[in-house]
């Protein structure tokens, strides 16, 4: 798409963002130390740009979202044929627009592969939201079924599941929870399937037991007839992009299933081909109970987001009268079609296919490349996900500079310097590029790696 450039005074936005914005997730006296942030003003295929003229190659698609890339004509005008025919309308009132109708079709085609009872959508605007509506669905499904004692949902330290008050507490993030609390109540956290920092060295089976092992001493401890619900990202996404063992989640659902216990798959992150098929749990061959969506449904073009629930749990509510939830936009006609078009584009360009037998496995390639550096200690991938372990010493998994949590930012920043956004993670580099990526594009993500662990050695 050839558009005009647009001329913006940078320096008076950068001057008027300290002044007025308070951006997501920031420091903001830091961000007044540095001048102010990054002003982003376009995007083309998988790179960025800013209006300093610096161009990026964009290692972790906006958010995690971008899984078609940037500049899809088709997504701005499904966005405005859309919104010149219906902007707006809701489903409060026994009202419903056709996009919706189309989207959960749609989706519900994509989630019941190999899940027949996976028929159901819910929708709401980010993936926190729809966290939220998970938390009060299951609770409200053991409710219904005359069992109000099971609300507790078991998640896992250092999970993310958004930032609301909802989500924060689902995640397993210590340092979210530290502030503005207090969390929901009812939420346990367990061991992650980090094997790099929790198993290091450790039998992959033997790991994979102790992390299993670990939930089935929690459900016991609370009582099995109290705990509502197991809820996972298939792949940690914002935790550091943890991919866990081998046989790590169907011996999570055997123990959901012994104890009669839902299970949920957040896949916020690693839905819409990121695995390399339609949903993360389907490349770990589970059958969860509820599914939540956002980023790649969309590609993030517009807010939406999607909670995927089986016949078995709708049933139920059936029997509830009104399920007295959900939100103003929750099913917004625009960004429903957005997402319809998107979904195409993904089906049409063979971007779930491509990931899983092409561009994913020619990551996990080029990212051995890296094993042989002195600083790398893993660089482990699946799909188009990945993540590199920086350390002090080869062999082992001991943390360089001395410092927990430092290499990270800090090769980060010599990423960005060189031309690759990437996020630092405590002590390693994540990566989720868009499905686009080609094979020049990854072998320039993992060029650019190389080059910045040089320069902090
Ligand atoms: N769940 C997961 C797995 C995520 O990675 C995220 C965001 O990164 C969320 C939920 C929250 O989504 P949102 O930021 O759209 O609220």
Redesign the pocket.
């Known amino acids: 798409m050839n558009r005009p450039l647009k001329n913006y005074d940078i320096a008076e936005l950068k001057r008027l963002d300290l002044a007025h914005h308070l951006p997501a997730q920031a420091d903001y006296k830091l961000l007044e130390d540095i001048g102010g942030s990054r002003i982003i003003t376009r995007a083309e295929g998988s790179t960025i740009y800013d209006g300093e003229g610096h161009s990026l190659l964009d290692g972790m698609a906006g ?2 979202c971008v899984n078609v890339g940037y500049g899809r004509d088709e997504l701005a005008r499904a966005a405005y044929e859309q919104m010149l025919e219906l902007p707006y309308y809701n489903t409060f009132f026994k009202t419903v627009t056709p996009p919706p109708v189309r989207l959960a079709t749609k989706i519900a085609e994509k989630m019941s592969v190999g899940n027949p009872d996976l028929q159901h959508v819910f929708f709401n605007s ?6 939220d509506t998970v938390l009060r669905l299951v609770r409200y499904y053991w409710q219904l079924k005359a069992e109000p004692d099971r609300n507790i949902i078991i998640s896992r330290r250092n ?6 008050v909802a ?1 924060m507490s689902l995640g397993g993030m210590t340092f979210m929870h530290a502030q503005g609390g207090p969390m929901v109540p009812g939420i346990e956290h367990v061991r992650q399937p980090y094997a790099f920092n929790e198993g290091f060295g450790e039998d992959p089976a033997t790991f994979t037991q102790a992390c299993v092992d670990d939930i089935e001493a929690r459900i016991l401890s609370v009582g099995p007839d109290k705990v509502a619900a197991f809820i996972g ?1 298939p792949v940690q ?2 935790g550091g992009v943890i991919i866990p063992p081998e046989g790590y989640w169907p011996k999570v659902e055997a123990l959901c299933r012994k104890y009669g216990i839902l299970l949920i798959c ?5 839905g819409f081909g990121r695995l390399g098929q339609w949903f993360g749990h389907q490349h770990y061959g589970i059958k969860p109970d509820v599914i ?1 969506m ?2 790649g449904l969309s590609s993030g073009y517009l ?1 939406i ?1 999607a909670v995927g629930v089986s016949s078995k749990i709708v049933d139920v509510l059936k029997t509830g009268g009104d399920f007295v939830h959900g939100y103003t936009y929750s099913g917004h006609p625009a960004a429903a079609a957005v997402a319809l078009a998107n979904i195409e584009i993904i089906e049409r360009e063979g971007l779930v296919e491509r990931t899983r037998n092409d561009t994913g496995p020619y990551l996990a390639k080029a990212l051995k490349r890296l094993d042989a550096h002195p600083l790398v200690g893993e660089a482990r991938s699946l799909g188009l996900i990945g993540a590199v372990e920086i350390v002090a010493e080869k062999g082992t998994n001991h943390r360089f500079g001395g410092k927990e949590g430092t290499a990270g930012p800090l090769v980060r920043d010599l990423c960005i310097k060189n031309g690759l956004m990437v996020r630092g993670i405590r002590d390693s580099i994540v990566m989720c590029p868009p499905l686009i990526i080609t094979h020049e594009e990854i072998d320039r993500i993992v060029d650019i790696i190389e080059q910045s662990l040089n320069e902090a050695e």
């Open positions: 958010l995690w980010s993936g926190s939201e729809a966290n999970a993310y599941h958004g930032s609301t989500g990202e996404g914002a957040d896949e916020v992150i690693c939540a956002a980023k807010p987001s």
